[in-house]
């Protein structure tokens, strides 16, 4: 189903000033905003005829535009019933198994984003302030990137290994989290529940801690059905070899996803 009012890149209108809040399920709050302007207005009296509560209240920052655009238009596909899921890399490096995965268990409508490239301050020079009040950082794409989590049917995290652990993008995001999540509570269950980690790595011979590094920390009732561990050694290929041209991890990755092949 397409939007209409989301074609390529919302204008911009360069003076942002309002946030919107849509309302798209009873236990569910998507959060976002747009530009003042007769277009928006236009937008809005469109989402309250499909059934969408809309609130404004003041405020934005540049950081959360593509927030708004995505989770607009999602909200507005979902209505019409379309599925939608949010695939993550976290690897460094572009081109690499974990964002060539990532973009073929994705469909034409799903998001598909490469941390590297979302904007990221690490946890550091700060004074806990996320422990007792609000992160000196949460202007970045952090927090903006977990509200982008509720609003979408499942989660695939694609997650390389170096240097015997998860990569160091991964751990930010971990690290990041704490302060989305304790302002944001009764999302965890949430987002956990529609949560699936792909580990990329060596072997689990050489490294059976890797994949139970993730089903400690989400403890997933059913690690099976949440984890996939695709092993290059398994395959007999080295660090520069591309895991998607082996057809059995094809197949592994259709499974584990529910991908319809083509």
């Known amino acids: 189903m397409t939007n209409p009012y989301l074609k390529a ?11 919107l809040s849509i309302h798209k399920r009873e ?23 499909i059934g969408m509560g809309v609130v404004i209240a003041s405020r934005c920052s540049s950081e959360e535009v593509e927030v708004a655009l995505c989770i ?9 019933g379309t599925d939608m899921n949010l695939t993550v890399s976290f690897s ?12 073929y268990i994705s469909a034409e409508d ?3 984003f490469f941390m590297r490239e979302i904007s990221t301050q690490p946890c550091a020079g700060c004074d806990y302030e996320c ?14 990137f977990f509200d982008k989590l509720s609003t979408v049917d499942r989660i695939f995290y694609i997650v390389p290994m170096y240097c015997g652990n998860p990569s160091a993008l ?3 995001l971990n690290e990041r989290c704490q302060d989305y999540f304790l302002h944001n509570e009764s999302r965890y269950k949430e987002i956990v529940e529609k949560l699936y980690i792909i580990g990329v790595y060596g072997s689990s011979e050489d490294s059976p801690d890797f994949l139970d590094f993730f089903a400690r920390q989400y403890d997933f009732p059913n690690p099976g059905k949440h ?15 591309f895991l998607l041209e082996v057809e059995d991890v094809r197949a592994r990755l259709d499974a584990f996803t529910g991908r319809q092949q083509t």
Request: glycine share 12%; proline share 2%; net charge positive.
């Open 170 to 172: 991964y751990f930010i």
């Open 227 to 241: 984890i996939l561990g695709l092993e290059r050694h398994r395959y007999h290929q080295k660090m520069g070899d």
């Open 131 to 144: 422990m007792s009040g609000r992160c000196r950082y949460r202007g970045d794409g952090i927090y903006s």
């Open 9 to 19: 890149g919302f204008p911009d209108f360069g003076r942002p000033c309002f946030w």
């Open 72 to 80: 607009i238009d999602i909200c507005y596909r979902k209505k019409g």
């Open 92 to 103: 460094g490096r572009k081109g690499g198994n974990c964002d060539r995965i990532a973009k």
């Open 27 to 49: 236990s569910t709050k998507a959060r976002c905003f747009e530009y003042a302007d007769s277009e928006v207005h236009q937008l809005l009296e469109h989402l309250k005829a």
């Open 110 to 112: 799903d998001l598909v």
